[in-house]
């Protein structure tokens, strides 16, 4: 059960991030679709100065976070220091495209005008997002700090258990009669 801390409180967090990421990913593709097509007349649109910028990374980083889900996923799975390298350098990267791209919605807020609901669901899911990714990317290095809280990069039991002093059992058991080993 100590062993479990960790995976119990991101698992539920990786769920809720896949879903608002893949939200995220729909309605900026939508948005970012009208807005080439020159159409942000549309009553649920709108943008100003920034939008553009802003569809653009709000997508990337959407496209990003998904696939760092998936890679936490099967970490949350194996729950090993194996997978624990691929979820953490990804989730990392996710966050700081997110982050980025908090910050760009925090600039089109602040530049004003008028943006339909979409773009505001948007900005609100990113911004949530950047908070969330970064609470995920911590609880996935928490590892790091306590082994109750999940696997670490300084643990000696790389992936098959710890060892008990015993050496190991070679394959092949007692040597042939007349085999010669060089």
Not at 102 to 113: D, T, V
Not at 133 to 159: M, N, Q
């Amino acid at each position: 059960m100590a062993q479990t801390v960790g995976r119990n409180i991101a698992a539920p967090l990786l769920f809720l991030n896949l879903i608002m990421y893949l939200i995220v990913l729909g309605f900026a593709s939508w948005c970012l679709n009208r807005y080439i097509n020159g159409q942000t007349n549309h009553p649920s649109f709108g943008g100003n100065g920034a939008t553009m910028f802003f569809l653009t990374f709000a997508m990337m980083a959407a496209v990003l976070g998904v696939v760092s889900k998936f890679l936490g996923g099967s970490h949350i799975r194996a729950w090993r220091n194996d997978s624990l390298a691929a979820a953490a350098s990804s989730s990392v990267v996710a966050w700081a495209l997110t982050a980025l791209a908090a910050g760009l919605a925090c600039k089109e807020i602040h530049i004003g005008g008028y943006r339909g609901w979409r773009l505001k669901m948007i900005e609100a899911f990113i911004i949530i997002l950047a908070f969330t990714e970064l609470v995920y990317v911590l609880l996935l290095h928490a590892g790091i700090f306590s082994s109750k809280y999940g696997p670490g990069y300084r643990d000696t039991d790389y992936a098959m258990g710890a060892t008990t002093g015993v050496d190991p059992v070679h394959k092949g058991g007692a040597p042939v009669a007349g085999s010669r080993v060089v």
